[in-house]
């Protein structure tokens, strides 16, 4: 299984920004579609975004489209999820997730390779 390591999470003021980063531990992540997923308490593991291998196009979920920003660089092996705009319902541990092929990109099953989380919460 391949590991993945998140950061960049922290606390937040209403309209304010963050970026997450997502590194890979080991291997390529430019090998990899990439995903962004987040999880409130209580609610379903949600699909946010993102990047494919290696042609990079980019999915955004309804939710966060036009606020947050996904984006591969290679040359340092990690994948960005620049988030701004946030509200307090954007508060949630994300996640990235790893898979090899381009499909079902919004459904976390089909993801086999998970990092530990980082936690965003926003709040006045």
């Known amino acids: 299984q391949l590991q993945l390591e998140e950061s960049g999470g922290g606390s937040v003021q209403p309209g304010g920004s963050l970026r997450l980063s997502c590194a890979g531990l080991?291997?390529?992540?430019?090998?990899?579609?990439i995903g962004w997923f987040r999880q409130a308490p209580g609610k379903k593991r949600e699909g946010l975004s993102c990047?494919?291998?290696?042609?990079?196009?980019?999915y955004y979920a309804d939710s966060v489209k036009g606020r947050f920003i996904i984006s591969r660089d290679n040359a340092k092996n990690m994948v960005y999820l620049e988030m701004n705009s946030l509200k307090p319902e954007d508060t949630a541990v994300y996640y990235c997730?790893?898979?090899?092929?381009?499909?079902?990109?919004?459904?976390?099953?089909?993801?086999?390779?998970w990092g530990q989380g980082t936690h965003v919460t926003v709040s006045s």
């Open positions: 080991g291997f390529a992540l430019e090998a990899y579609a």
């Open positions: 997730a790893a898979k090899a092929a381009w499909d079902a990109v919004r459904d976390a099953d089909t993801y086999p390779n």
């Open positions: 990047i494919s291998s290696p042609d990079a196009i980019t």
